[in-house]
């Protein structure tokens, strides 16, 4: 059985064996950064760097079906590009100039099967800080993140985010476009901004995590796979910077988040909220993950950051066997910590529902309220969605269906609204009372 691979973000193909084609797009997926950020030292330029590594998978489809995937494969797709640069190269009239270069930042991949792992480490940590550069809006962030450190083709992304390939391959080309127009060099943050910068990457991290944790269009509740993307980048990240506790604070957020997904979706594929989720499909071996890694951002001291008290109230719900476990007097806690770290209408809307659950919903509508006032929040789904559980909790079952109801109009994730459709029904004073 055979299967057509396609060159990621062109129209080149090989056909190679099924079998074959799923392991040379698993080690791309691992590698590919890699690959790109040496290929990026050795030319000084990324877009260049891309395009040699894709030439080499290229060589590797055609390769690896005959002589297998070899022992170092990151190291073999180096040399290929490197190969390729130095065949550009002695056709261009400024050959000398690019020799020296190349020689310079020669880490002797062709002669030495072990590749340098430190050099290496530092050539992504410096491939990171670019795709997440402030110099490019956040959508150009996170396509290039997706594409270059992830391994993702245009195709993948773009149906990640419900939108045209074109339009993913322009944002991507103008990501690379206004990089070597801005002249940003290929290094590492100095100590004065390496902060600012790592919250950058930090965010478009957590960005690609959201969208596949709920899915903000479409048809699927959850993409989980660009979630796992997100969690592989976020663990590379994390041993880069080892002494950056908002870098562990973020792998443990996500890992107890992912934790749950077995349990978010039922049978029918349709949304099953927190209070009726079957807590023993919880994945035991994530939340183990997870909170391990909060407990080394906790280690490293100082006062929580934005992710880490995320990441703790995230631990409040996975620590609890049942919903009445539930410590929400300490979440709600957190939340209050969080909107003076980060404040934000988000937030406040979830203290809201933190604060209705450990204190009544009565309590949560009137921590509710001065959110609806708020320009940012008028064509958001929660907000309704929130008012709609807290009113039903109180009896009032007709105002609860009204605010369901906007809700499903606000949303453009199919399973999100089919759920909010399904609680206004059940919400219908008419209709036997509040749903089970």
Not at 93 to 121: N, V
Not at 291 to 309: F, Q
Not at 400 to 422: C, G, H, I, K, Y
């Amino acid at each position: 059985m055979t299967d057509e691979v396609q060159r990621p973000g062109t129209g080149t193909q090989a056909v190679v064996s099924e079998d074959v084609a799923r392991s040379i797009e698993t080690v791309w997926r691992l590698e590919a950064a890699k690959v790109v950020a040496t290929l990026t030292r050795m030319v000084g330029d990324l877009g260049r760097a891309e395009d040699l590594a894709q030439d080499a998978l290229v060589e590797a489809m055609q390769s690896w079906p005959r002589t297998g995937i070899p022992r170092n494969p990151a190291a073999w797709l180096t040399s290929v590009g490197k190969r390729r640069a130095i065949d550009a190269w002695r056709r261009d009239e400024r050959a000398a100039e690019k020799y020296a270069l190349i020689a310079a930042a020669d880490t002797g991949t062709e002669d030495r099967p072990e590749p340098d792992e430190e050099r290496i480490d530092d050539d992504l940590l410096r491939l990171v800080f670019i795709c997440c550069h402030p110099v490019l809006p956040q959508p150009s962030r996170v396509a290039l993140a997706l594409r270059v450190l992830c391994g993702l083709s245009t195709e993948e992304i773009a149906r990640a985010y419900l939108v045209p390939p074109a339009t993913i391959g322009q944002r991507i080309t103008r990501a690379k476009r206004s990089l070597a127009a801005a002249g940003v060099p290929f290094e590492v943050p100095e100590r004065a901004e390496f902060d600012e910068r790592l919250a950058s990457v930090l965010e478009v991290v957590y960005l690609v995590f959201n969208e596949g944790y709920a899915a903000t269009a479409g048809d699927e509740w959850m993409r989980p796979v660009l979630a796992e993307d997100a969690m592989r980048l976020g663990r590379v990240l994390a041993e880069l910077v080892p002494d950056r506790a908002e870098a562990h604070a973020l792998v443990a957020l996500m890992e107890l988040h992912a934790s749950r997904f077995a349990a978010r979706r039922g049978p029918d594929g349709a949304a099953v909220p927190l209070a009726a989720q079957d807590r023993s499909r919880w994945d035991r071996l994530l939340i183990a993950h997870g909170l391990e890694a909060l407990r080394r951002a906790d280690a490293l001291g100082g006062e929580r950051g934005p992710y880490a008290l995320q990441a703790a109230i995230a631990a409040c719900h996975v620590r609890a066997l049942t919903v009445e476990d539930t410590d929400w007097e300490q979440i709600a806690a957190l939340y209050d910590a969080l909107s003076e770290r980060m404040p934000s209408p988000v937030v406040e809307l979830n203290r809201a529902v933190a604060v209705g659950m450990a204190y009544g919903p009565e309590a949560g509508l009137e921590a509710l309220e001065p959110l609806r006032s708020v320009k940012e929040m008028k064509g958001y789904a929660l907000l309704p969605a929130v008012r709609g559980d807290l009113l039903e909790r109180m009896g009032l079952l007709a105002e609860a269906r009204e605010q369901f109801l906007a809700a499903a109009s606000l949303t453009a994730n199919e399973r999100e609204r089919d759920e909010l459709v399904r609680r206004a029904a059940g919400a219908d004073p008419l209709g036997g009372g509040r749903a089970s």
